[in-house]
């Protein structure tokens, strides 16, 4: 029997019962969540931060309501992928994106465990862990990233593996999480390495949502493709997540660096003509709850106003017409970017805050 959609996140009733709870609806919310766990709640190998008690957990903590019966199955789904990550680096095997990325993995339950009003001791186990990915690992004798991975991102047979850049499944993800861990005071061994690591690599790399060996044999990288600057992929969401390395790392010159990839991304027509609809994901919701975390942190916010007041603009006249009620990809949302408030933190599940 397949899980109820309804505890996704992601396109279920938990993605529209948030926009309540940041509206302060919590009469409209409550239904929502009531559909939400009438199938019971995941917490299997589909749990993550998306789905199933980590989703149900982050919605509810959004409205200050701490269930400790769904805390502690989070804790039980943490510890479950800690053990699996600790016995594939055991076996020398290369990790799945689903292992550590945002989306379905560490780097989205670290997010969540990083919420909670205390940082709960597994949080520093899922900080360790993702440390551990800037450790080099040999692929066919041959030195290579730690988060290289088989993984196919696009159903596509790449021969050698990727290095998946994004934030939603790549390594900007966890650079994010361990910046923000680090500005809020919680670090582990290696993680400001780790962070410089991560960023280094994006700094040559980001501008491609994947990196194949086909691009490391060629020595310096070829010349990036004009692509969407999406959250999911793209210049913006790494921008942001390298502005966050350099906050966390105390670096102006990397922070600058940064800010002018956002600006580039935001002032490229072919490339904002890429996006396609309203959604926070891909579209013109993500970009403008991105550029508005970008221009909170920047010395020179005033620089990202006219893009902001842009985006709003695309943003306004598509929301209505996306086909999903939902977080990720629907109208909640796309709404969520419009209102333009963020009491409830609920821009910490994308990793820009």
């Known amino acids: 029997m397949n899980p109820p959609r309804t505890q996704a996140l992601a396109e279920g009733a938990l993605g529209v019962a948030l926009l309540h ?39 509810l903590s959004r409205a200050g309501r701490i269930d400790r019966d769904v805390q502690a199955a989070v804790d039980r ?74 993984d196919s991102p696009a159903h596509e047979d790449l021969d050698g593996g990727h290095g998946n850049n994004g934030v939603a499944h790549g390594i900007a993800g966890p650079l994010a999480l361990l910046s923000l861990a680090s500005r809020r005071g919680i670090q582990v061994d290696g993680q400001a390495e780790a962070i410089e690591a991560f960023a280094a690599w994006l700094e040559v790399f980001g501008a491609f949502y994947w ?57 490229a027509p072919t490339r904002l003509s890429r996006v396609t609809d309203a959604c926070l994901c891909h579209g013109w919701a993500g970009l403008l709850a991105v ?11 005033g620089r990202f106003t006219e893009s902001i007041q842009q985006l709003r603009g695309c943003l306004a006249e598509g929301v209505a017409a ?6 990720m990809e629907g109208r909640a949302g796309a709404q969520l970017a419009l209102d333009g408030t963020n009491t409830t933190d609920w821009t910490s599940a994308l990793l820009i805050t």
Not at 23 to 41: F, H, I, Q, S, Y
Not at 291 to 301: L, N
Request: glycine share 8%; proline share 10%.
């Open 21 to 59: 709870i940041e509206r302060g609806d919590l009469a409209a919310a409550r239904p929502l969540l009531a559909e939400a766990v009438a199938g019971g709640v995941s917490v299997g190998a589909n749990a993550c931060l998306f789905h199933g008690a980590p989703a149900l957990e982050f919605v």
């Open 77 to 150: 789904v943490v510890a479950t992928r800690l053990a699996a990550a600790r016995q594939r680096r055991e076996l020398a095997r290369l990790p799945t994106l689903a292992e550590f990325d945002l989306i379905r993995g560490l780097t989205g339950l670290g997010a969540l465990l990083l919420a909670r009003p205390t940082s709960p001791p597994l949080l520093l186990g899922v900080l360790a862990h993702l440390v551990s990915l800037a450790r080099p690992v040999q692929v066919h004798g041959r030195a290579m990233p730690g988060w290289w991975t088989s």
């Open 211 to 267: 990196i194949t060996t086909d691009h490391l044999e060629a020595g310096a990288p070829p010349p990036a493709p004009p692509l969407r600057p999406s959250w999911c992929y793209g210049d913006l969401g790494v921008a942001r997540a390298l502005q966050l390395a350099a906050l966390a790392l105390g670096d102006p010159v990397r922070r600058q660096k940064a800010e002018e990839v956002a600006v580039a991304a935001l002032a």
């Open 291 to 301: 550029t508005r975390a970008v221009a909170a942190d920047s010395p020179a916010p």
């Open 322 to 327: 996306l086909p999903k009620p939902g977080f």
